[in-house]
């Protein structure tokens, strides 16, 4: 059974979610009869589109507010031309980016369209440039896009104002795709078109039901909001054992299967948080829990790793994650928990080795204060790509290493029976941290 298709009008999917809603005066063009390209019957179809929809062009913009959120609101009516893009709807986008620039507004885009609109031919695939510029410089001025995805989201339309926005939501069933359902090829598998298939590939961030639409969209715009220039203070470690007194002990504390984990960590830090999924590549690492929550009030990014061994996909969420934290001026909080970085050939295959270091450069040129917190293991140059170098606490039964105790034993030529005293000489414990000055101390506020 397939799932219920995401079908609305363009005021439909406004009411939908704004509680207000003020349409902005659509900008005049001296636009002729059949367009700039004189197509035969172009000016009949439009005059029929308006007919059917009520609708002058294939998107409404205006200014609304969902749930006492302000923002800069655009939807897309289908079945005017399918929802296509024409001079006159890129007159109304830029129009729509420029408010939202000169308001300090966030946009939020509900999307419904087919593609470019061929009765203009190159002129309308253009538009694409100057959604892409729009978004750009909104992407400047520090300010958020959301985009949600209606049924159908294809073409240049899917390949600008949705996946270009910094989250991308889509509704149940909602085809989406750059090639539309007439051009694909015929033995595409149709899973991958659909808004679970995209989910799954990390190209989408949220299915949303119509019915919870508003208050996610409601929640993301709390969220995304400046969080200020105060770093987020750690997590409050939970009762654990105290310090460990030699370093296997510090690993086997740190390893152990009733350890508190990530998501405990965050369910208790934050009064409120929504999820980032996915690296825009194609890839999902469950491993790798990435979003923004408010705590305290003020909202923060994170990026946690669940004591598993971190895929590429895991670092370049966390990387995307951090990037657009620091363009929104919201500090991040990384938890680190990991054996490692994953090692495996599908791992090399997949650019491991460029992934850790996307991560590293992200940490490294964040404006906004990362702060880490290690709660498990840190394996390794894995562990390291999330952490701040200035900014770090350890928890009494975590640990971080150079490399895993057996592995150095196994290079140095030693036997298991030597293992112990490995982990002891690679100083990992909390405290040999806080000593060595790679912690500025165990946590236990």
Known sequence: MS???????????????ASTFDELPAPERDFPEDGPLNWSGYGASRARARERTGETESVVCGLASVEGRPCVLLSFEFGFLGGSLGQCTGDRLELAYATARERRLPLVSLIATGGSRMQEGMLALTQ???????????KAAGLAQISVLRDPTTGGGWATLGAGADVVLALPGAQIGFAGSRVRPADADP???SARGQLAAGQIDAIVRKEDLRGVLAGWLTLLRAGGSEPAPPPAPFDGPGLPADGWEAVSLARAATRPRAEAYLDAYFAHRQALVGDRCGGVDPGMLCGFGLHGGRSYAYAAQTGTATRPAGYRTAA????LADRLGIPVLTLVDTPGAANDAAAERAGQGAAIAEAFAAVASARVPVTTLVIGEGGSGGALALTSPDRTWVTADSYFSVIAPESA????????????????????RPQDLVELGVARGVWDA
């Open 3 to 17: 799932e219920p298709a995401g079908r609305m009008t363009a005021r439909e999917a406004i009411a939908a979610v």
């Open 128 to 138: 694409l440039q100057r959604v892409a510029r729009q978004s750009a410089l909104l």
């Open 191 to 193: 899973a991958a078109y």
């Open 320 to 323: 995307r994650l951090i990037r």
């Open 409 to 428: 034993a196994a290079i140095l030529k030693r036997d298991a029976s030597q293992v112990r005293h490995t982990a002891t000489q690679l100083r990992l």
